[in-house]
């Protein structure tokens, strides 16, 4: 991505040993500092729990919210639930360690000060977006577009090839 500077990160030099609640909100600013196509705003909560030990952490991320996208069906911006876990184990080592292709597994070298949680909360709110990004009930939709996309399928199903007439039963038998 090209930043020099992760701006969520885990300070892992100044903290003991021990347990750490924080919770993070996310909003247009880090959308627009990621630079997350398809996605206009946003309002997320992040609870992150994180526990330090000598050589291997523990992170887990929780994030709830929602994000403003634009309806696959009649194109309006909404704002889509979301909702999105994550167990990490975070190793002491070295990237050519047997760990470091793991899913849940992040390897960082011994003498890394901090961990930087950016790119691990852009893909979790991408790959908590559905396939089909639409408003939750039709009746929200822009009714503009849904009064032309039913008259656009009415006219396509009225308009059929006679020669191929004969074939539509062929399969209700």
């Known amino acids: ?14 903290l003991k040993e021990g347990v750490y609640d924080e919770v993070l909100n996310l909003g247009k600013a880090f959308i627009e500092e990621q630079q997350m196509e398809g996605i206009f705003d946003a309002d997320l909560r992040v609870d992150i729990h994180f526990v330090k030990q000598q050589d291997l952490h523990t992170l887990s991320l929780k994030m709830k919210g929602t994000i403003s996208v634009e309806c696959d069906r009649c194109l309006d911006i909404f704002a889509l639930p979301i909702e999105s876990e994550q167990e990490l184990i975070v190793k002491l080592g070295e990237d ?23 790119s ?8 908590a977006i559905p396939l089909k990004k639409v408003h939750p009930n039709e009746k929200d939709c822009n009714s503009d577009v849904i009064s032309y996309l039913k008259q656009s399928k009415k006219t ?16 209700k038998n």
């Open 1 to 14: 991505m090209g930043r020099t500077k992760d701006v969520h990160t885990i300070p892992l030099q100044t």
């Open 120 to 127: 691990i909360l852009y893909e979790m709110i991408m790959l």
């Open 156 to 171: 396509k199903e009225e308009k059929t090839d006679p020669r191929w007439d004969s074939l539509k039963n062929m399969f």
């Open 96 to 118: 050519d360690d047997e760990l470091a292709d793991a899913d849940n597994i992040i390897v960082i070298p011994p003498d890394e000060t901090e961990i930087g949680i950016s």
